[in-house]
T-cell receptor, first 113, second 113 residues
Framework: DAGITQSPRHKVTETGTPVTLRCHQT?????MYWYRQDPGHGLRLIHY???????DKGEVSDGYSVSRSKTEDFLLTLESATSSQTSVYFC????????????FGAGTRLSVL | AQSVTQPDIHITVSEGASLELRCNYS??????LFWYVQSPGQGLQLLLK??????LVQGIKGFEAEFKRSQSSFNLRKPSVHWSDAAEYFC???????????FGGGTRLMVKP
């Protein structure tokens, strides 16, 4: 998975609790992305980062925040989890060159009860 | 805004048969197009990409795709399917700024023995 580690791989939590998912890369790539995957929707971009402390919103950013204090780490936080945020979350990285090919982590399966 | 449509949610083919997965995109300029494959419980792996030039592109695992501007299509093909090709396939287009992928809803391929 191109030097990308997502943690945890599985998480079950309750509505209203905060949740943080971590993406760690060893490739020193500039760009990092968080997607969610839901049946019939493919992958939808939540937030992305184009450098340390530089982030921007994607298509489905409501209810999510991100932080990137180091090149290698990109955190996704659900401040108060809701059942609609039950999903599989994927991190991706890219060096931004040659068409910005993105490489994906193995995913985190999150269930909000 | 760009969009991607994969008309077939599920496709079943017999092992050894040929395969074509459809992808239609909506995009104003010359698109950067991708096909990814996702095996169960895994992240997404890049199969192939089209940026410019030859409209028939070759990828890994014996896959190819043809870009047809007149039909706004980028269909994925394989002449002879193997049981290990059973997976979900996603078509994606890169936005103008080069920082956001838009995915289709995916096509799940099943392979009959």
């Amino acid at each position: 998975d191109a030097g990308i580690t997502q943690s945890p791989r599985h998480k079950v939590t309750e509505t209203g609790t905060p949740v943080t998912l971590r993406c760690h890369q060893t490739e020193n790539h500039r760009y990092m992305y968080w997607y969610r995957q839901d049946p019939g929707h493919g992958l939808r971009l939540i937030h992305y980062s184009y450098g340390v402390k530089d982030t921007d919103k994607g298509e489905v950013s409501d209810g999510y925040s991100v932080s990137r204090s180091k090149t290698e780490d990109f955190l996704l936080t659900l401040e108060s989890a809701t059942s609609s945020q039950t999903s599989v979350y994927f991190c991706a990285i890219s060096d931004g060159a040659g068409g910005n090919i993105q490489y994906f982590g193995a995913g985190t399966r999150l269930s909000v009860l | 805004a760009q969009s991607v449509t994969q008309p077939d949610i599920h496709i079943t083919v017999s092992e050894g048969a040929s395969l074509e997965l459809r992808c239609n995109y909506s995009y104003g300029a010359t698109p950067y197009l991708f096909w990814y494959v996702q095996s169960p419980g895994q992240g997404l792996q890049l199969l192939l990409k089209y940026f410019s030039g030859d409209t028939l592109v070759q990828g890994i695992k014996g896959f190819e795709a043809e870009f047809k501007r007149s039909q706004s299509s980028f269909n994925l093909r394989k002449p002879s399917v193997h049981w290990s090709d059973a997976a979900e396939y996603f078509c994606a287009v890169l936005n103008n700024a080069g920082n956001m992928l838009t995915f289709g809803g995916g096509t799940r391929l099943m392979v009959k023995p």
